[in-house]
């Protein structure tokens, strides 16, 4: 995520802390969280689909995905 983007979220938080957030801004904080959320979980799972579990035989097992 952008660094501008980042400080703008911060900077609602700032403003959040003082007043109450105009529906503009709280629409656009709403946003930005999504967004921020969404590439946090991307990064998440690019670690874990990289993640290997080694047994205490020496072999190496793939992380598997949960089933729901």
Do not use: C, F, V
């Amino acid at each position: 995520m952008e660094n501008t983007k980042l400080n703008r979220i911060n900077e609602l938080a700032r403003i959040a802390k003082k007043r109450s957030l105009t529906p503009e801004e709280l629409t656009e904080r709403d946003a930005l969280r999504r967004e921020y959320i969404a590439e946090w979980r991307r990064g998440a799972e690019q670690i874990l689909e990289n993640t290997y579990i080694q047994t205490p035989d020496g072999k190496k097992h793939k992380l598997q995905r949960k089933e729901k």
